[in-house]
């Protein structure tokens, strides 16, 4: 990896939280890809572009990105690379997606998510600059911020500069929870050493992998305007658009830190339900009453935990069954920590099911970023684990201080 040069910390210093915060007002967020076109075309005027993007990638009017950079005057779109669920973000989690041509542009589309998940040289060759613009939900076991990651690498080897449009962390900016993962474990779901809920943009994250100089690229962001660490993506006033299938409303995604463990068992994340992950079952979960009960008991901050039934859909875990669940109600979302509650209902749920709860080995480490998870789930000694992990966040919460963009 070479050292970053003058000028790239140049571009990395002006982009500052002062600059962040200077047109903080009642006007609401605006996104990157607007700031961009208003007062930053400079950036991508004369060249070709290729632009990593999804549904989400859109301006607050809902214009979608491919289709305001394809009109940009004196810009040029040459390709588009596309992530897990596609551009337009409506394939499955884990279908493998081809490459095709975008019907509205004639610009080729590159799957990232399927055979290839890293450009190719050859998928670089006709452009000078990468654009990034997908919303994130802030939790590492997404594969949208670790397909760009691997792409700007990818970027940098090839010796062309990485431009990301800045978009809101939906579950807060200014909270870490989790442990930092241990790259023995790293996977599209954990590519690097981050916490878990590690509370940064998207911009923000790459400025930290770019600066700690765990990948090589010429990163720069266009940050947005208006934004506040501390907000919620409900507060910015940019609309909503669901950022996968699954994920379909702001209690899902604070939850899913800590519930998509479930992804790594035999019980069910509430996939093939109106509401993943904030319902967790099984077919054999006829005790859910007694589990519930057991983790009101906790007084887990910010949530409770009620019975439910649900009939899952074919295609998914228990699929065509209609099978006992705990819904988890989100009562304060300022207090909830996802990541603890998810390590709770596992161990709550693994200690009455040790024949038919099981994890699946593979999948829950490579979530968790490690193999402790597991073990302590089954050893009984979370308490220790969750005291751990929040040290780690603690830890990972100032490493990352010289890379904020945002108050």
Same mark, same amino acid.
């Given at each position: 990896?070479?050292?970053?040069?003058?000028?790239?910390?140049? %571009?990395?210093?002006?982009?500052?939280? !002062?600059?962040?915060?200077?047109?903080?007002?009642?006007?609401?967020?605006?996104?990157?890809?607007?700031?961009?076109?208003?007062?930053?075309?400079?950036?991508?005027?004369?060249?070709?572009?290729?632009?990593?993007?999804?549904?989400?990638? #859109?301006?607050?009017?809902?214009?979608?990105?491919?289709?305001?950079? *394809?009109?940009?005057?004196?810009?040029?779109?040459?390709?588009?690379?596309?992530?897990?669920?596609?551009?337009?973000?409506?394939?499955?989690?884990?279908?493998?997606?081809?490459?095709?041509?975008?019907?509205?542009?004639?610009?080729?589309?590159?799957?990232?998510?399927?055979?290839?998940?890293?450009?190719?040289?050859?998928?670089?060759?006709?452009?000078?600059?990468?654009?990034?613009?997908?919303?994130?939900?802030?939790?590492?076991?997404?594969?949208?911020?670790?397909?760009?990651?691997?792409?700007?690498?990818?970027?940098?080897?090839?010796?062309?500069?990485?431009?990301?449009?800045?978009?809101?962390?939906?579950?807060?900016? /200014?909270?870490?929870?989790?442990?930092? =993962?241990?790259?023995? *474990?790293?996977?599209?779901?954990?590519?690097?050493?981050?916490?878990?809920?590690?509370?940064?943009?998207?911009?923000?994250?790459?400025?930290?992998?770019?600066?700690?100089?765990?990948?090589?690229?010429?990163?720069?962001?266009?940050?947005?305007?208006?934004?506040?660490?501390?907000?919620? *993506? /409900?507060?910015?006033?940019?609309?909503? %658009?669901?950022?996968?299938?699954? =994920?379909?409303?702001?209690?899902?995604?604070?939850?899913?830190?800590?519930?998509?463990?479930? $992804?790594?068992?035999?019980?069910?994340?509430?996939?093939?339900?109106?509401?993943?992950?904030?319902?967790?079952? !099984?077919?054999?979960?006829? /005790?859910?009453?007694?589990?519930?009960? $057991?983790?009101?008991?906790?007084?887990?901050?910010?949530?409770?935990?009620?019975?439910?039934?649900?009939?899952?859909?074919?295609?998914?875990?228990?699929?065509?069954?209609?099978?006992?669940?705990?819904?988890? #109600?989100?009562?304060?979302?300022?207090?909830?920590?996802?990541? $603890?509650?998810?390590?709770?209902? =596992?161990?709550?749920?693994?200690?009455?099911?040790?024949?038919?709860?099981?994890?699946?080995?593979?999948?829950?480490?490579?979530?968790?970023?490690?193999?402790?998870?597991?073990?302590?789930?089954?050893?009984?000694?979370?308490?220790?684990?969750?005291?751990?992990?929040?040290?780690?966040?603690?830890?990972?919460?100032?490493?990352?201080?010289?890379?904020?963009?945002?108050?």
């Amino acid at each position: 990896m070479h050292t970053l040069n003058k000028a790239l910390w140049l %571009v990395l210093a002006c982009v500052t939280p !002062a600059m962040a915060a200077s047109a903080q007002t009642s006007a609401g967020v605006v996104p990157g890809v607007e700031v961009l076109l208003s007062d930053s075309i400079h950036l991508i005027q004369g060249k070709r572009v290729g632009l990593l993007t999804n549904h989400s990638g #859109r301006d607050r009017k809902g214009t979608s990105t491919i289709d305001l950079i *394809f009109r940009a005057p004196g810009v040029k779109l040459t390709a588009l690379y596309g992530p897990e669920h596609g551009i337009r973000g409506i394939a499955k989690a884990g279908e493998k997606i081809s490459a095709s041509i975008d019907s509205a542009t004639g610009v080729k589309i590159y799957s990232l998510y399927g055979d290839i998940s890293v450009p190719t040289p050859e998928m670089l060759k006709d452009i000078d600059v990468l654009v990034y613009d997908i919303q994130d939900v802030g939790a590492r076991v997404y594969t949208f911020e670790w397909t760009f990651a691997n792409a700007a690498k990818a970027a940098g080897a090839a010796k062309k500069p990485v431009l990301i449009l800045d978009r809101p962390d939906p579950i807060r900016a /200014d909270r870490f929870e989790g442990n930092i =993962l241990d790259t023995a *474990f790293a996977s599209l779901v954990g590519q690097y050493p981050v916490a878990l809920r590690y509370g940064l943009t998207p911009g923000e994250l790459l400025r930290f992998l770019s600066g700690t100089k765990l990948i090589d690229a010429n990163v720069t962001v266009v940050p947005m305007k208006n934004y506040r660490r501390s907000m919620w *993506f /409900d507060e910015t006033g940019i609309p909503r %658009v669901n950022p996968s299938p699954n =994920l379909r409303n702001s209690d899902a995604e604070l939850l899913y830190p800590g519930t998509v463990f479930f $992804e790594g068992t035999t019980a069910t994340e509430g996939r093939g339900t109106e509401d993943p992950f904030t319902l967790i079952g !099984a077919a054999w979960m006829t /005790d859910n009453g007694a589990i519930a009960a $057991e983790l009101n008991a906790m007084h887990l901050p910010g949530v409770r935990f009620d019975t439910a039934t649900r009939a899952i859909e074919k295609g998914y875990k228990f699929g065509g069954q209609t099978i006992p669940m705990i819904k988890v #109600r989100v009562t304060d979302r300022n207090a909830v920590r996802s990541v $603890e509650l998810g390590i709770r209902m =596992l161990r709550a749920i693994y200690a009455r099911h040790t024949t038919d709860f099981q994890f699946r080995a593979r999948q829950i480490d490579r979530l968790a970023g490690t193999d402790k998870l597991r073990v302590a789930v089954e050893q009984n000694t979370v308490d220790a684990l969750i005291k751990d992990w929040n040290a780690d966040a603690a830890r990972f919460a100032e490493k990352v201080k010289p890379y904020l963009i945002y108050k």
